[in-house]
């Protein structure tokens, strides 16, 4: 039997043996994180066709819960790791062709211990453990932000850094709380004896909690640095960060509230917080005039939208959370790496700039659109199925309440239709700008490695929107995962 | 006054993170914004052992006075409080060095001139 915990340990150990590596081929440091990734990706997916019927538990130095630093590898977890290493390797092997000033050595070590960071949250069930491996997380994406150097980068990153740090302290506040009243730090041990307590102080550490982890996950007043983090980094940063860096975020957020507290008075709270992120993030995404700005507040929109789904708190809508967690994982990753390459080309990362792209870059632009189509929801692509999924749990519910925020919320998704289209206008229907065809009339495409990628999750999105069972057989063990806590904490705790 | 007497650590810690967070929010240098940051961990991880202190407990460790148990203080919060403290120092670490480059394409560390990128 293959130990979950290798999906944390091969990562980091291969992250600190890029620097050994570099000492013997410069050529080779580009490979190891697509090495790691592809490891993740296949282990993960073996593993998630075993959890999906029984989470497997790994204790560490034989100690068995509550007491010792346990790993629960559910279908839940691993899915989401499954994910950030499809995400992972695809942007490692883009990046093997497009980081190549600086200190790319750096570059990998951080990249990898983000993933690392990131695999690690979706896969610990110690309260402490989620708070360094979202540490681990955090630093090394303040660090890749402003990798470039440039004003911007420094300046967004210093204002991410400051945001974060804030948001982590806070964070921990709870976690103390919690230790304090409980006595021990395992999920499903406090889970289980959450009613035992005064309220109030569970009040305060979930107010603690969900401010600290809502900052990574851009929940709305919590997401000031985002736009600028999102829109400075290098390219395929961003698109780790957007597909990545906030759903991890939410995970930490879902889990506190479904899993850990279990409260069905704040369910309405996470809806309407959602609606409002949607709303803020697609209205400000419509006004930008820089592509990558108008991408980091489209994100900001979907993850309004996920919190939305995840607080209507059924199987159907956790489900329907989940799968945008996916799509817009995928869609949003295609976006960035295609938005890079062509900024790449044109040297500018204003929207008129992109003009006639279809006729220079015709497969970038192809796949730009496909992941815009299917981030708006658009058959037959991935993102269509996860909004009907949502759309459909709402009806389920059959509250008038919900019935008219979910009027609102595609509202929101009208709005994202409007400047999306904008753009893929631009790409197909505005003249090139003089001179950047050759004679033949055709424009100069990206490089191949770069291309393979972004095709390989252009392909991803269009499979999985033609037949949603690839992913939905999975998603709905993995929202029972979330919601249904009284078999996680068996499961954890055994009897 | 026995109130204030069992939890006067509790308003101590919090005390820190308030003067941290006020320097955060008001303060218009950076590096006192590092600094409020900074005074923010401190806190944090004073409280995280405060609340594994046992009056006239001892030190963790195994010893005779420790053999009975009930004097010696919470080892799991000192230990959460090590990586704490690890994980500031390093995220202060960050902070400072992207100030110094924020120095040098700046000028200045005054947080009201350092606003390129807005909303």
């Known amino acids: ?265 704040v369910f309405l709270f996470v809806a309407v917080l959602g609606l409002l992120t949607l709303l803020i993030g697609e209205m400000s995404a419509f006004s930008q005039n820089n592509i990558k700005r108008l991408l980091a507040y489209s994100s900001i929109g979907q993850v309004g939208l996920i919190l939305f789904a995840l607080g209507i708190a059924s199987v159907t809508g956790v489900t329907g959370a989940l799968f945008l967690v996916v799509s817009h994982g995928l869609a949003k990753s295609v976006l960035f790496l295609s938005v890079g390459v062509m900024i790449t080309r044109t040297g500018s990362a204003e929207i008129s700039s992109l003009d006639g792209m279809g006729k220079r870059m015709p497969l970038s632009a192809l796949c730009f659109t496909i992941g815009a189509f299917s981030l708006i929801g658009l058959p037959p692509f991935v993102g269509f199925a996860a909004k009907f999924t949502v759309v459909r749990a709402v009806f389920e519910q059959t509250s008038t309440l919900f019935t008219v925020l979910i009027g609102v919320a595609l509202l929101g998704t009208v709005v994202e239709a409007a400047y999306f289209f904008r753009i893929v206008q631009r790409l197909y229907f505005k003249p090139p700008p003089e001179g950047s065809l050759d004679h033949a009339g055709r424009g100069q495409e990206a490089p191949l490695s770069a291309l393979i990628p972004i095709g390989i999750l252009t392909v991803v999105i269009i499979v999985a929107g033609v037949y949603p069972g690839l992913f939905s057989s999975f998603l709905e063990p993995a929202a029972t995962d979330l919601l249904d806590k009284a078999v996680y904490i068996r499961h954890v705790l055994g009897g | 006054m026995t109130f204030l007497y069992d939890y006067v650590h509790y308003a101590g810690c919090f005390a820190l993170v308030l003067i941290g967070l006020y320097a955060v929010l008001v303060k218009t240098n950076l590096i006192k914004v590092i600094i409020g940051i900074g005074l923010i961990d401190t806190g944090v991880n004073l409280f995280l052992v405060t609340t594994g202190y046992i009056r006239a407990g001892t030190a963790p460790i195994f010893s005779e006075a420790a053999a009975q148990g009930e004097t010696m203080v919470d080892p799991v919060p000192q230990a959460l409080v090590l990586t704490a403290i690890v994980i500031g120092v390093s995220v202060l670490a960050l902070a400072l060095s992207l100030a110094i480059r924020l120095y040098r394409h700046y000028g200045t560390l005054d947080l009201r001139k350092i606003k390129e990128l807005k909303w």
């Not at chain 1, 499954?82 to 992972?88: K, T, V």
């Not at chain 1, 062709?97 to 979706?122: C, D, F, K, P, Q």
């Not at chain 1, 499903?188 to 004896?193: L, N, R, S």
Request: glycine content about 10%; aromatic content about 10%; overall charge neutral.
């Open chain 1, 1 to 265: 039997m293959v130990s979950p915990i290798l999906l944390i340990v091969v990562p980091l150990g291969l992250a600190f043996a890029v620097p050994l590596l570099e000492r013997i081929s410069k050529k080779l440091v580009g490979y190891v994180p697509v090495l790691a990734m592809a490891f993740n990706l296949v282990l993960s997916v073996v593993l998630l066709r075993r959890a999906v019927s029984e989470p497997i538990i790994v204790h560490t130095g034989s100690w068995q819960p509550p007491f010792s630093i346990h790993l629960v590898a559910g279908p839940l977890g691993l899915l989401l790791a499954a994910l950030i290493a499809l995400i992972g390797l695809g942007v490692a092997v883009y990046a093997m062709s497009t980081i190549r000033e600086g200190a790319t050595r750096l570059y990998h070590v951080l990249y990898i211990l983000l993933l690392t960071g990131a695999t690690g949250i979706v896969l610990t069930g110690d309260l402490f453990n989620l708070f360094v491996f979202f540490e681990i997380l955090c630093i090394s994406s303040y660090a890749l932000v402003a990798y470039r150097g440039d004003r911007a980068g420094i300046e967004s990153a210093t204002k991410y850094l400051i945001q974060g740090a804030i948001g982590s302290s806070l964070a921990l506040i709870g976690i103390g709380i919690l230790y304090g009243m409980f006595g021990t730090l395992s999920m499903a041990d406090i889970a289980q004896h959450i009613h035992s307590v005064a309220p109030f102080g569970l009040f305060m550490a979930l107010a603690l909690l969900i401010t600290g982890f809502g900052v990574e996950a851009a929940i709305f007043p919590l997401n000031a640095w985002l736009p600028d983090a999102h829109s400075s980094a290098p390219s395929p940063i961003s698109a780790i960060l957007s597909g990545i860096a906030i759903k991890v975020g939410i995970y930490a957020v879902a889990r506190i509230i479904f899993t850990l507290y279990g409260l069905e008075t």
